[in-house]
């Protein structure tokens, strides 16, 4: 095995030892940068045993094994990279280093959830779950998801009509509080309603090797959906409130409500002088039923209404 120069690796030497021996630290080899541990032989005596160490089983997930002359750790090697992704091992790995005496990976205790409200037990299942006061921490402490909070509150805060700065940033800060807080909403209960989904699948399709589970599937569309819904709602919602009350973007009230009905136009002309002469055609209410017109003549209209009469005002 070769390691350019000026690396830096971490070397794990199996002993016979029943008690860890010191370590030597941290020296230089060959210009790469070796840190050694001993590890007793007994601390990997099974598979399920490094399985269940969140410590010992990443280094035994790829064959990094540099030497091993009885043969016992590529063996080893083989079934612990078979069954690492396995949230089985997941769950226990994790309950040791939450230090819980349990291990009940579908359902659990409120008791067993960390003050804080954040991923604190793997023995129970409100450790994958939002709580309300995690959520917006999630959100800004990610950041990417904090850019594009920052991005929404300017857009929102441009989008808005009104006639003063202080107005508009105001009116904006409101809208874009009332998005984050239905955000927050959507986040925490898809979370509260799909924790118990624990189906999970290994896709391994040439560079891809990932878990993927029946949670973050369902998590996925039920977001995407029911916040897509919901978000279209509160949208339509503002628009509604501002034009209902300071009578503010007439045209997005009017135009989000798809009304066939209530149309106009204008037809302009100008003469040969210079005259302007503008006339507004406007009308109630629109045919819904329609013919082609065969037999007409050439300043006729192609087509002619037959539920209703033509009836521009």
Not at 237 to 251: D, I, S
Request: charged letters at 20%; one cysteine or more.
């Amino acid at each position: 095995m070769t390691v350019p120069a000026r690396s830096d690796v971490d070397v794990m030497v199996v002993t016979g030892a029943a008690a860890p021996q010191a370590k030597p630290g941290k020296f230089l080899h060959g210009g790469v940068l070796l840190e050694v541990t001993y590890l007793p032989r007994e601390r990997i005596a099974s598979a399920e045993q490094v399985l269940a160490s969140y410590h010992l089983a990443g280094g035994f997930r790829f064959d990094t094994i540099i030497a091993d002359p009885t043969g016992e750790l590529r063996s080893l090697q083989a079934v612990v990279s078979r069954h690492f992704a396995e949230e089985v091992w997941w769950w226990r790995s994790t309950t040791r280093r939450c230090g819980c005496a349990t291990w009940r990976p579908a359902r659990c205790s409120p008791s067993t959830v960390s003050p804080a409200g954040t991923r604190s037990c793997s023995s129970c299942s409100a450790a994958r779950t939002w709580t309300a006061s995690a959520s917006p921490r999630r959100l800004f402490n990610n950041p990417a998801s904090f850019l594009l909070a920052i991005v929404l509150a300017g857009a929102l805060i441009a989008f808005a009509d009104a006639s003063t700065v202080r107005s508009r940033v105001t009116i904006g800060l409101a809208h874009w509080l009332a998005h984050l807080l239905l955000v927050v909403t959507v986040l925490w209960g898809a979370a509260q309603v799909l924790v118990d989904w624990d189906l999970s699948l290994m896709v391994n399709v040439g560079f891809l090797n990932f878990r993927l589970t029946a949670f973050t599937v369902l998590f996925v569309v039920a977001v995407v959906v029911v916040g897509g819904y919901l978000g279209s709602q509160l949208f339509a919602l503002y628009l509604f409130v501002m034009h209902t009350t300071r009578r503010k973007h007439p045209t997005q009230a009017f135009s989000c409500q798809r009304l066939e009905d209530y149309r106009s136009f204008l037809r302009i002309k100008v003469e040969r002088d210079g005259a302007l002469t503008i006339y507004p055609v406007g009308v109630r209410r629109v045919p819904r039923s329609w013919r082609l017109v065969r037999d007409r003549a050439p300043h006729e209209p192609v087509f002619e209404p037959t539920d209703r009469p033509w009836r521009p005002i």
